[in-house]
């Protein structure tokens, strides 16, 4: 079997009947088996996942994704499947229930062959603060994977899964998908529905996919995306045929470097990767030009202080009551967000602090808002670097908020963007970042379509261990 | 600029106890450490102008989201899993830490 299927030649594959589901799920395992020892990408391996293929083969149905073995980031509830956030504190815990995104995918004749690690909770860009270990990162095991939902990322770049989904608060898919070298599509806030996803910062999270393409990244959010009756603050804008982007001209479009996202500080390797990356665009026929911002350096701000005063708040539920352990066994992560959160919800110091990131979350949205009148799309480095070192986040108390500065902006005014791969620094990876306004997921894809199919990036492969 | 004295090892404690949070040995001073550093660090959001800037509570627009108060079948539990994840049950009941003393 080839080594390197994506989702969408699976699903063909599966059509004709040219493999069938237990193969395909036989080959993951035995990857799984090889590979994770040393990648760590995995919490838990669905030990009913080849019994599911079975089943799967016996009786076709008109889904989808009929067939189609997807890992999920441990942070979804998944029906009788043990699911933690990558934290003790859920070691043991059983969900009742799906979330909404498992239950579209169960729906459409998908199934679960595992759930991958994050940092705990979600807190992280690492993997480092996961309770089960940090995953590493297939091109150099020496480096990290990037989070939160680095094993989701790290699984699909090292061929343990076809596909996988994630979560993004502000980064969470976008940079392991960078740092991994692969695409991360994190959707518009109330794209995707969070029913059933542990809760982090509630106003910024967004559940999207990881996988090997921008067509499977498409296929998939056709599927995800939509109003979601658990999940009110889900749109009831149409949702829109995503894979109709896939191989389509992107002259018309009009694109935005985002000047201020070439940091000063940044590695001139790294702004040299970009700026090619953006003649791409004009090769393509896309009228390509800087672009000034908002500094995105308050974002690290307003993001910090928003995302934990959600966390303090969505932590509060984990009691030890009906479920989960008792509360000593939130990590040291989990407890510097809630404390900090705590506090800038607590009264004399929330007009200071809560209200004011939240004012300043408004001159973000209005400063995207008057970009997005003249351009379709704006362009960045997903992360100012490649893939750090394992153990970097040692003593750093804020490395997901400040790894993840050039993603904040555009999450805290809740829109969608997509990570692509764009290069590579001392054989790591980097990540593109094409970003545009509220429910433009179709053009960003297909912009992001256009540059893969421009470029080979996204067909190199790391030989997992090598290094 | 506020003092880096402010968020000592009392007011650590103060908030964890708010958080019903436990700390052990001596992180009530490690975390006052980083506690004054990230207050100092997003200290530079006090340079924006916001004196005419609204809060955006909302950010794609939606309002008054409604839906009809009934009983979604689909949605649920059996008591038997609705206790399922508990540590301690009694009866039937979840168990929970006394109140009073």
């Not at chain 1, 239950?103 to 459409?108: F, I, P």
């Not at chain 1, 794209?191 to 996803?197: N, T």
């Not at chain 1, 967004?206 to 109003?227: M, N, R, W, Y």
């Not at chain 2, 939606?62 to 540590?87: M, Y």
Request: glycine fraction near 8%; aromatic fraction near 8%.
């Amino acid at each position: 079997m080839k080594n390197n299927l994506t989702l969408t030649e699976s699903i063909k594959l599966l059509g004709k009947k040219e493999i069938s589901s237990v193969e395909l799920t036989k080959y993951l395992l035995q990857n799984i088996e090889k590979r994770d020892k040393q990648i760590n990408a995995f919490v838990t391996v669905n030990d009913k996942a080849l019994d599911e293929a079975k089943l799967k083969d016996n009786k076709q149905t008109k889904g989808r994704l009929h067939g189609i073995p997807l890992v999920f980031k441990d942070n979804f509830l998944t029906k009788r499947l043990r699911t933690t956030a990558s934290s003790k504190l859920l070691n043991n815990y059983i969900p009742q229930y799906n979330a909404t995104v498992v239950q579209k995918l169960l729906d459409e004749g998908a199934f679960i062959l595992g759930k991958t690690n994050m940092d705990a909770w979600a807190h992280g860009s690492s993997t480092e603060t996961s309770d089960y270990g940090s995953t590493k990162n297939p091109w150099n095991l020496k480096h990290l994977p990037g989070g939160s939902s680095g094993g989701s990322a790290a699984a699909v770049v090292s061929d343990m899964a076809i596909a996988s989904i994630g979560s993004e608060t502000a980064g969470s898919i976008r940079q392991p998908a960078a740092w991994s070298g692969c695409v991360g599509l994190k959707p518009t806030y109330g794209r995707v529905s969070r029913y059933g996803v542990i809760a982090m910062g509630s106003s910024l999270d967004s559940p999207g996919p990881l996988t090997k393409t921008v067509e499977d990244a498409a296929v998939l959010l056709e599927i995800l995306a939509g109003k979601d009756k658990y999940d009110s603050t889900t749109s009831n804008i149409d949702v829109q045929k995503y894979t109709d982007s896939i191989g389509k001209s992107i002259d018309s479009l009009k694109i935005g470097i985002a000047e201020d996202y070439l940091l000063d500080d940044m590695r001139s390797d790294v702004k040299d990767i970009v700026v090619s990356s953006a003649k791409v665009f004009g090769e393509l026929g896309a009228k390509v030009e800087y672009v000034k911002t908002m500094d995105p350096h308050y974002a690290i701000g307003v993001y910090t202080i928003i995302q934990r005063s959600e966390v303090s708040s969505n932590l509060s539920r984990f009691d030890g009551v009906r479920f989960g352990n008792d509360r000593s066994y939130f990590g040291e992560e989990a407890k510097r967000r809630i404390m900090l959160g705590t506090f800038a919800l607590s009264e004399g110091y929330t007009e200071k602090y809560y209200k004011n990131a939240l004012k300043i979350r408004t001159l973000y949205i209005n400063d995207f808002n008057s970009i997005f009148e003249k351009y379709d799309l704006i362009i960045g480095p997903t992360s100012p670097g490649p893939a750090k070192k394992v153990g970097a986040t040692k003593g750093q108390d804020m490395f997901g908020e400040m790894e993840d500065i050039l993603i904040e902006p555009s999450t805290i005014a809740g829109l969608p963007g997509i990570s692509v791969p764009c290069g590579f620094v001392d054989g790591l990876p980097i990540g593109l970042n094409i970003f545009g306004t509220h429910f433009s997921e179709s053009k960003i894809i297909k912009a992001a379509d256009a540059f893969e199919k421009a470029t080979d990036w996204h067909n190199r492969k790391p030989v997992v261990g090598s290094k | 600029m506020i003092k880096k004295t402010t968020f000592d090892k009392k007011f650590i404690l103060k908030m964890a106890n708010l958080s019903k949070l436990e700390l052990k040995g001596d992180e009530a001073v490690y975390f006052s450490e980083q506690f004054n550093k990230t207050i100092e660090t997003i200290s530079d959001l006090k340079k924006l102008n916001t004196a005419n800037t609204k809060e955006a509570y909302n950010i794609t627009g939606l309002r008054n989201v409604f839906r009809e108060d009934v009983v979604d079948p689909t949605r649920i539990l059996s008591h038997q899993e609705a206790i399922s994840g508990a540590k301690k049950t009694h009866k039937g009941y979840f168990v929970v830490k006394g109140i009073f003393r």
